[in-house]
């Protein structure tokens, strides 16, 4: 009994491989889009409770022609732009705090390149396949 009357018993071949070292930093980075989008929120919620704060200030015989949402929206601005800004520095800041704390390794890239699957002999078709 030959070994192509049972594939299964012959050994596979094993698979080419090729190893070559890099070396790496390894640090954790801020997603800056969080903080500043983070940034703008908490900027236009400050904006919102400084407004409600001093909306009942007595400001002596001016009367106000503008509304709370009126203020919101022109004030509201000025808020989201500086926190946006305020965001931003914060995430340069950890990312600065964040660098030097990194780490440098050495990684092995292993190359593998599989040999070719090869049938030996008939595949035979029976007809059950769907046409």
Same mark, same amino acid.
Request: hydrophobic content about 45%; proline content about 5%.
């Given at each position: 009994m030959s070994t192509t009357d049972h594939p299964d018993d012959a050994a596979a071949p094993a698979p080419d491989t090729a190893s070559t070292s890099d070396e790496v930093t390894i640090r954790r980075a801020p997603k800056f889009g969080v903080f500043i989008v983070g940034g703008a929120l908490l900027g236009f919620l400050v904006t919102i409770i400084v407004?409600?704060? #001093?909306?009942d200030i007595d400001r002596g015989d001016k009367t106000?022609?503008? $509304? *709370?949402?009126?203020?919101? $929206?022109? *004030?509201g601005l000025w808020g989201v732009t500086?926190?946006?800004a305020v965001g931003a520095v914060v995430a340069v800041v950890l990312d600065?705090?964040?660098a030097r704390r990194a780490a440098r390794l050495t990684a092995?890239?292993?190359?593998? &390149?599989?040999?070719? %699957? #090869?049938? %030996?002999?008939?595949i035979d078709d029976r007809? &059950?396949?769907a046409r």
């Open positions: 407004i409600a704060a #001093t909306m106000e022609t503008v $509304g *709370f949402s009126g203020l919101v $929206g022109y *004030f500086i926190g946006m600065l705090v964040l092995e890239r292993i190359a593998v &390149d599989l040999p070719p %699957e #090869t049938v %030996e002999g008939e007809g &059950d396949q």
